[in-house]
């Protein structure tokens, strides 16, 4: 549906987004995630035709977006990381006002209103002002701004910047419910919402794709050393350095910490694929060590993110 090739962006010398491809498919929900300043908000403003690339193209469906602009904007919904609201007016008047600028007949406004209230739940503030809203609500009729004209598309700059815990869980909910009639695209720093709403996740660092695919594809792929954590008693740091650093495909054994009542806490590192847990067990119950904990940490998106974020600093 939306094809984008060596799509690149410079402010003056400086390279915002650096040659990135990528192929969006209809009806997929697509998280972009990177760290602040990778280049998330001008990728998305490319997208909806409010920046000029650089260089690289930009398809969706048969259109280009230099050749045809206007029939790209057409099908896409857009919703900034600053709403541009009225604060003083009504939720309903501003409504009925962004229903006119896109073009809805007027026998076909008070439908869509009500239908847009319903999905962004908006029916009990839609006398009130936009001022007088949380930051959660802004963003729920910041949704329904971008979701008037019913787009293919609908392109979503950080939506949960800022809101707390429910918030989130709100907003989320709305943008699944949406994913199951709309291609989406949002950017966000926040790796649990990712997770949680993405089918397909983009990693962009420094204006370049460091990683795309779905979070067990992330986690598969990634290169990362297996990390074991040992709580140990009945021993001393160098001699469980020595022994457990013999044992093959053990990289590194750091110690952490020891407590008071004599419980060592070390980390084990692997760059070894084979699972070494039963080769440590069978180690360590060759001594007389005591084993009060014994753990493999899992790969998380948060440590890949980390990781591939600080590849290329």
């Known amino acids: 549906m939306i094809h984008v090739e060596n799509l690149t962006k410079y402010y003056d010398s400086f390279c915002a987004v650096d040659q990135i491809s990528i192929e969006i498919n209809k009806g997929e929900i697509l998280g972009l995630l990177g760290p602040n300043g990778a280049g998330k908000t001008t990728t998305l403003k490319m997208l909806t035709g409010y920046f000029k690339p650089s260089a690289g193209t930009i398809r969706v469906n048969d ?20 709403s541009p609201f009225y604060k003083d007016m009504l939720v309903y008047d501003y409504l009925e006002y962004v229903s006119k600028i896109k073009g809805i007949k007027s026998s076909d406004r008070y439908p869509r ?23 959660g609500l802004n963003q729920r009729v910041g949704l329904a701004h971008a979701m008037m004209n019913d787009p293919e598309i609908l392109i979503l700059d950080e939506p949960t910047q800022g809101l707390d815990p429910n918030q989130i869980v709100e907003i989320r909910h709305i ?12 950017s966000t720093h ?29 986690k598969q792929s ?10 140990l008693m009945n021993t001393e740091t160098d001699s469980v350095q020595n022994v457990l650093s013999a044992i093959e495909g053990i990289e590194k054994v750091e110690p952490i910490s020891q407590t ?5 806490k070390i980390k084990a590192y692997s760059s070894s694929t084979v699972d070494l847990r039963e080769k440590i067990y069978t180690t360590i119950k060759a001594t007389d060590w005591v084993i009060i904990e014994f753990l493999q940490e899992a790969k998380t998106l948060e440590s890949i993110f980390r990781d591939l974020t600080r590849q290329i600093n």
Not at 175 to 186: A, L, M, R
Request: proline residues 2%.
């Open 175 to 186: 943008i699944k419910k949406i994913g199951q009639e709309k291609t989406i695209i949002f």
């Open 63 to 82: 259109y280009n977006i230099e050749d045809n602009p206007l029939e790209i904007k057409q099908m896409i919904g857009y919703l900034p990381e600053s």
């Open 113 to 135: 209103l009500r239908y847009l209230a319903d999905l962004c739940g908006l029916n009990h503030i839609m006398h009130k002002a936009i001022g007088e809203l949380s930051k």
């Open 222 to 231: 990634a290169d990362q050393k297996t990390i074991i954590r040992l709580s």
């Open 190 to 218: 926040i790796l649990s919402e990712a997770e949680a709403t993405c089918d397909r996740i983009i990693i962009i660092n420094q204006g370049k794709i460091v990683a795309d695919g779905n979070t067990a594809d992330l």
């Open 260 to 264: 008071d009542d004599g419980v060592l």
